[in-house]
């Protein structure tokens, strides 16, 4: 009988350890939310409002297996003198990855951690939005593959042009 050393693992790149991501912690790093014209604002609307979202995702590595991960989310309703609120979020997690390939740690990072982060700020910024006085604001789903697609087109384009 054979022994291979690594307490019955099989032999590669990982060890045959299976890929781990985990959440360590997660924190609201940032909110506000602006509610400029309150009372009037609070008075019944006869068409619903403009509602304006932005989505961006930020990520620093901490060390070799950590990763500092920031979901920002902007808003509001209404335009120019008639905006009825405004919010800003951001919410961030910080995020183990263990026995990923080295060619998958980047999108794991840029769409999977933002991805779990999501539903909290969402629930964040309904939240927010129900006290400042207005229905929660419920964000629909949103799909971080397109986000990430989006931002290496950005990236690849830029360094084609530099």
Known sequence: MAENGSNGAANGANGGALPQLNVLVQYTKDLSFENPNAPNSLAPQNEPPNISI??????NQ???TDFDVNLMLEG???EGNNVLFKFELTYGG??????????????VVWIECPRLLFP??????ADAVR???FPPLLLDPIDFVALYR???EQLQ????TA
């Open 54 to 59: 932005q989505v961006n995702v930020n990520a």
């Open 62 to 64: 901490l060390n070799d």
């Open 76 to 78: 509001s309703a209404g």
């Open 94 to 107: 910080v995020f183990k990855l263990q026995n990923i390939p080295q060619n998958e740690i980047h999108p």
């Open 120 to 125: 909290f700020a969402r629930q964040i910024v």
């Open 131 to 133: 006290n400042g006085g």
């Open 150 to 152: 989006q931002r290496m």
């Open 157 to 160: 384009a830029g360094a084609a």
